[in-house]
């Protein structure tokens, strides 16, 4: 009987798990321990079959050492399942080779064209400032691209070598102010009806009939821009160019205007603005050394314009203003060459990936 | 146009004003300045008037005269000169030693073995003009050791102002306009212009003259005997070269200078040859050689002088050859005219010949300055030459008067205008210093526009107010917002769709956009075989590549696309452009905005490059629209479009564009081995497409239950019709999940996921309709795949 209550044969079987345990290296031998020692067949269930000769007291005294044995093999074998887990996490992460960042990625891109971010940079600022951005053909008749504006007939911008003519007398429109009329018109109603001003932009491609090189071309992009109210003036005016083109350029420019002749207008503006290179300090090559780059014409629009847009020039004023996307393209890339543009050279405009 | 501030100078005192800085006004007040401004006569100085007391020959040298020089010096001075035209008592500019003559310091050197203290000087080498011939001859009567710049008008400042910013205003083609505008800049008074005064000769003769066109407005000429110089005083040479022009005669540097003084051009013919004015077109073409020389291409749409019924000169542009004034011309006439601005522009164009004069008379001028500069003239002929005498009558034909402009304006419109406070004294003494006449009463202004400005420049209120402002200066302006209620904007559709659009293409599935031009490229077309391009022409195209406006997008890709093998083995581009598609009833342009795509990869299956295509249109549809779209095979209209596979895209019934594979003869054209399928769009058609909203379904709690059929087949209509034909509400969901391609081989496998909101399927009644539905193809003859 002492045999049983030897703590030998407890010692043995702690010992022999304890070994076995160490000795276990993957989840299903930790497993395998568990059926041997705690399974129905296991070593130390087999203990509690042979307390069936005991006295009373000894059942009482051995089953509570063999639960004891019992509480404390499972908790050995939990411990070392959870040390095998943790070992093989660790296995895991040390087999994690270290890549190297500097090989190169490739996925394939879209691009945008340089004139539509430019333009939608421009949108994005009108139309956080209350305009509304039209959309014109690009084939108009001499009414809308001249005569609606003031142009006369005579004027030297309507003779053949200036502006493409189809041979249905119509005309590639040689300038955004083509759409000022229809504008006037689709807005007028509600700005007489409900005094709401009339704010929008034209952004669109325009033709001139001329020679092509690094700095000219047939075919560019422009936007036009007017606002028309009971009492927009030329503080308005240089107010907003300056607000405008602050955002355009994302810094604080100076404007600055001087006489222009064009016949839509009256008065009538060159803006310039500070150089963007040297700040108009200094003056640099850039901006020719006079510190200032032109930008743009502008000016309070001609009241006959208004007139022949249905709106009365004596109640209501307006400015309006053509801005080169084309040019403001280049000057935000770096472009040199203007048929870079119009090329359709992939190599040259896959470039232009982000829409920034 | 050049501009001579002493010129301007004679006209208004500056005195004690920054010149540089009224220059910089000018150009933010009246007309742009080019950059470069000259200051001539800044690197001459010490240089006087030397009379030639002795010269000797250089006994080694043919060319070389050993001079001494009296420049009012104890001591005559020994020099060494080149110059052919050495004569004794000649006096000439002498730089003495240590004089300057640009980046040359004048020092005693030695010259072909004799020492030279000094240097005479030739008209070039001073600056004051283009002769390099000799030395300068000084015929005044001078003391010998003046400076020469005390003597001339050599320091003097030239700007160029850029004729382009002067196209409107005629008034400023003169020294004497800008003058005008510095005196309004500087509020400084402009000073009248002495003149003769022509009443005097009313008791002579008139000249036979009569304008016989509407074109000439205005007609004025003197006759004048007994012009003895024939050299102009050297300040009139030196201003005129500082400006741009030669000098060439006395009388021809007179009518250049009052051109250049008053802006109005002047013609002197020999009187023999205009003994009677007649100003006229002729009823045919004829030939004309003007005074330079050149024959000339006359029409009837050209306004001549005439003398009588012959041409003399071409009216506003150049003179004739055979009326100019010759050695023996003995009576002058003094031409003084204003013709039709637009009929000079047009004829300078059609000769392809541009002057002075007609660049001017292109302008508007105003008609009453042909008699003024006549005065003028004669006023400063006489002081440069007394002996001359007129012997005319002033002749004066004044056809065409412009109409005298008076506008008024009150207070408040000038304020409403600016938005800024300018008061009543500004405004008045500003329109006078200009030339208008201005008066004010109770905030009321009547200003009456002077005749310079009124032949077009200034006629409504509204360039009353730029008068006030450049002047005033836009530099002053306070600045401030317009207060205006706000309105939500709104953008087109149109352009809202445009947006979506290249994002979706650009973002999702990297295509490249491209821009190109609106016409035809008929050589590059040509190339890949494409020749049937469209009809609609531009009448003045300056190159027959780009002659008629393209009707489709797609030849502008595939030209882009063969421009662009070699950037990668696969691509695709777009562009959102216009076409023109021919005309309607009343001959205008239709026009439409349309989206071309153009997908290009070298060697693959058609079918999926094709399908990547219809799966991007499907896709723009669905995520800008919610709409579903159908295909409808139609056949090939251009040589482009492949028979097969060439679909009509339709939304609701319609046609909203084409998706079609390249044909097999232009795209081997453009890559051999490469496949090409393109799509368009009608950009507007699609914006118009009613956007359904999204009807949100929540998703069911209960289980969905797949079903998977194969199908024997290669055609998947015939299986979505079985499907539809079910009328199943609880087929939530029908996808293709494998294409099998192989002749009688080809399957089709298809899922269909069935689903309640509210309950849980059973097996066995999904069975029975995905065997209805099996039951239904098996009756086509399409069976399930064993």
């Known amino acids: 009987m002492k045999d049983f209550f030897s703590f030998d044969i407890f010692e043995e079987i702690g010992q022999s798990l304890a070994e076995a345990l160490s000795d276990a290296t993957d989840p299903q031998m930790i497993e395998d321990l568990r059926v041997m020692y705690l399974g129905k067949k296991g070593y130390i269930t087999d203990l509690l079959k042979t307390m069936k000769t005991l006295s009373l007291d000894e059942k009482k005294t051995f089953g509570q050492m063999v639960n004891e044995l019992k509480q404390a093999s499972a908790d050995s074998i939990a411990k070392r399942a959870e040390e095998l887990k943790a070992l093989e996490i660790q296995n895991e992460i040390d087999s994690m080779p270290e890549f190297d960042l500097t090989i190169p990625t490739k996925e394939d891109r879209g691009s945008y064209h340089p004139i539509t971010l430019v333009q939608r940079e421009c949108e994005r600022i009108f139309t956080a400032m209350g305009f509304n951005v039209e959309d014109y053909p690009e084939v108009v008749t001499d009414y809308e691209c001249f005569e609606a504006v003031n142009v006369p007939k005579d004027h030297p911008a309507r003779d053949m070598q200036d502006t493409y003519y189809l041979e249905n007398g119509e005309l590639l429109k040689s300038q955004t102010s083509a759409a000022q009329n229809a504008i006037l018109r689709k807005y007028g109603k509600q700005l007489k009806e409900q005094g709401m001003p009339i704010r929008a932009i034209f952004p669109g491609r325009c033709f001139r009939n001329e020679a092509t090189d690094a700095t000219h071309e047939n075919t560019f992009f422009q936007m036009e821009g007017v606002m028309v109210d009971k009492n927009i003036s030329i503080s308005n005016l240089i107010y907003f160019m300056k607000t405008m083109l602050s955002e355009v350029f994302q810094r604080d420019i100076k404007v600055r205007l001087r006489p222009g002749f064009f016949p839509f207008v009256e008065p009538g503006f060159e803006l310039d603005i500070s150089c963007l290179i040297c700040g108009g300090e200094t003056g640099c090559p850039s901006c020719n050394h006079s510190g200032w780059l032109e930008l743009c014409p502008c000016g309070m629009i001609h009241p006959e314009v208004l007139k022949e847009g249905g709106i009365d020039p004596e109640e209501y004023t307006g400015f309006a203003f053509g801005l080169g996307l084309t040019r403001l393209a280049m000057m935000k890339y770096g472009v040199k060459d203007i048929r870079d543009l119009n090329s359709g050279s992939l190599k040259a405009l896959s470039q232009f990936t982000e829409d920034k | ?786």
């Open chain 2, 1 to 786: 146009m050049f501009l001579s501030m002493n010129w301007i100078k004679d006209f208004v005192d500056l005195s004690g004003l920054d010149e540089l800085a009224l220059i910089n006004q000018f150009s933010l007040s009246t007309a742009e300045v080019e950059n470069d401004i000259q200051f001539k006569g800044k690197d001459l100085s010490g240089v006087v008037v030397a009379e030639i007391k002795s010269i000797e020959n250089h006994p080694e040298s043919k060319k070389l005269h050993l001079l001494k020089v009296d420049i009012g010096a104890e001591e005559l001075v020994d020099v060494v000169c080149g110059a052919p035209n050495v004569r004794l008592g000649m006096k000439t500019a002498f730089a003495k030693v240590g004089a300057q003559i640009g980046e040359i310091t004048i020092a005693p050197r030695p010259l072909a073995g004799y020492m030279s203290h000094g240097m005479c000087c030739s008209e070039s080498e001073i600056g004051i003009s283009d002769d390099h011939s000799g030395i300068m001859d000084i015929t005044d009567d001078v003391a010998l050791g003046t400076d020469l710049k005390e003597l001339y008008e050599i320091d003097d400042i030239i700007f160029e102002v850029d004729n382009k910013s002067l196209t409107n205003r005629p008034d400023l083609w003169s020294h004497y306009g800008i003058a005008r505008e510095f005196a309004a800049i500087a509020k400084r008074p402009l000073k009248p212009l002495d003149f003769d005064d022509l009443s005097k000769y009313d008791g002579l003769p008139k000249v036979d003259m009569k304008i016989e066109d509407p074109l000439c407005q205005r007609y004025s000429c003197l006759q004048f005997e007994n012009i003895s110089r024939a050299v102009s005083p050297v300040n009139m040479r030196i201003r005129l070269y500082y400006c741009g022009m030669r000098a060439i005669n006395f009388l021809a540097d007179m009518t250049n200078y009052l051109m250049l003084e008053m802006g109005q051009p002047m013609h002197a013919f020999d009187s023999r040859k205009v003994e009677n004015i007649r100003i006229k077109r002729f009823d045919h073409d004829f030939e004309f050689q003007t005074l330079d020389g050149v024959e000339r291409h006359i029409d009837t749409d050209t306004l001549m002088i005439c003398n009588g019924d012959t041409p003399v000169a071409i009216a506003g542009i150049m003179g004739g050859l055979d009326s100019e004034i010759v050695e023996d011309t003995h009576t002058l006439t003094l031409e003084s005219a204003t013709f039709d601005a637009v009929s000079i522009r047009k004829s300078t164009v059609r000769l392809s010949h541009r002057t002075d004069a007609s660049m001017r008379y292109e302008k508007s001028l105003d008609p009453e300055l042909t008699t003024a500069a006549i005065a003028r003239f004669v006023y400063l002929l006489k002081k440069i030459d007394s002996g001359v005498e007129v012997v005319s009558a002033l002749t004066d034909d004044y056809a065409y008067h412009y109409p005298e402009i008076t506008l008024s304006f009150d207070k408040a419109y000038v304020d409403r205008y600016t938005g800024i406070e300018i008061d009543n004294n500004t405004i008045l003494t500003t329109l006078e210093r200009l030339g208008f006449k201005a008066s004010e009463n109770d905030g009321e202004f009547e200003v009456k526009v002077p005749s310079w400005r009124a032949t077009k420049d200034v006629t409504i209120k509204a360039d009353i107010i730029e008068e006030i402002t450049r002047i005033y200066g836009y530099d002053n302006f306070e600045i401030h917002t317009a207060s205006a209620p706000l309105f939500p904007t709104r953008p087109e559709p149109v352009k809202k769709d445009e947006d979506n659009i290249k994002d979706i293409l650009v973002k999702r599935y990297a295509l490249h956009e491209l821009h190109s031009y609106i016409w035809n490229y008929v050589d590059e077309f040509k190339a890949i075989g494409i020749e049937n391009i469209g009809e609609i022409k531009l009448k003045n195209a300056s190159n027959p590549n780009i002659e008629t406006i393209r009707k489709t997008m797609i030849p502008t890709q595939l030209a882009q696309v063969k421009s662009n093998i070699g950037f990668s083995d696969s691509f695709g581009i777009f562009e959102i452009g216009r076409v023109v598609t021919g005309l309607d009833e009343n001959n205008l342009c239709i026009e439409h905005k349309m989206l071309g795509v153009t997908l290009y990869q070298k060697t693959v299956n058609v079918r999926d490059l094709y399908f990547k295509l219809k799966s991007i249109i499907e896709v723009l549809f669905d995520d800008l629209k919610h709409r579903e779209i159908t295909f409808k095979a139609v056949s090939p209209e251009r040589e482009y479009e492949h028979p097969t596979n060439l679909n009509e895209i339709l939304c609701d019934g319609e046609v909203i564009g084409k998706i079609g594979i390249v044909h097999p003869v232009v795209q081997k054209k453009i890559d051999k081995r490469a496949c090409i399928v393109f799509a368009e769009l009608d950009v507007e058609k699609f914006a118009a497409i009613e956007n359904k909203s999204i009807s949100y379904e929540a998703p069911s709690k209960f289980p969905a239950i797949e079903i998977d059929l194969s199908f024997v087949t290669s055609k998947f209509a015939p299986i979505m019709k079985a499907i539809e034909n079910a009328k199943c509400e609880l087929i939530k969901d029908v996808e293709v999940i494998d294409i099998y391609e192989e002749g009688e081989r080809s399957s089709i496998a298809v899922r269909i996921v069935f689903c309640d909101a509210t309950r849980t399927l059973t097996r066995e009644e999904v069975t029975a309709v995905s065997d209805a539905i099996v039951a239904d193809l098996e009756e086509q003859g399409i069976m399930l795949k064993g």
